[in-house]
């Protein structure tokens, strides 16, 4: 069973932060690279700390090993310095899928017993 086996690492292109510079008065999008360095198939999803301003494009999705998917990190426009920014992150939430579980994301894989580990890559914005 692949619940009882914690889930592998996943590897992001870009590393331990997304940076937006200034401007902040159009959309900006930051490109991840999110490869599944795992010998297990993966399900995986983002969170953001602010939803009204940073979206993630897809949100969720199945790896399987050595597997990856190219996620675009957008930030909508926004008022700079009269916004807090400082806790804003996305965190990357991944978990082994189930033997014999298609390759299609089910919410349910992070909600039962099985080990969820995560990934948080802050957002700094330059001004």
């Known amino acids: 069973m692949a619940q009882s ?22 959309k900006h999008t930051y490109h991840i690279k999110v490869t599944n360095s795992s010998a297990r198939r993966i399900g995986w999803a983002f969170k953001t700390t602010n939803m009204k301003r940073l979206g993630v494009d897809p949100g969720s999705g199945v790896l399987d090993p050595k597997e990856n998917a190219l996620i675009a990190v957008s930030c909508d ?29 089910r919410r349910e894989w992070f909600q039962g017993d099985g080990m969820v580990r995560r990934k948080n890559l802050p957002i700094e914005y330059n001004p």
């Open 5 to 26: 086996f914690p889930p592998g690492d996943i590897a992001s292109q870009h590393g331990t932060k997304i940076v937006f510079n200034a401007p902040y008065d159009d």
């Open 77 to 105: 426009a926004f008022a700079y310095g009269q916004e807090d920014t400082n806790n804003d992150r996305v965190t990357i939430e991944w978990t082994n899928t189930p033997d014999g579980a298609a390759k299609q994301f």
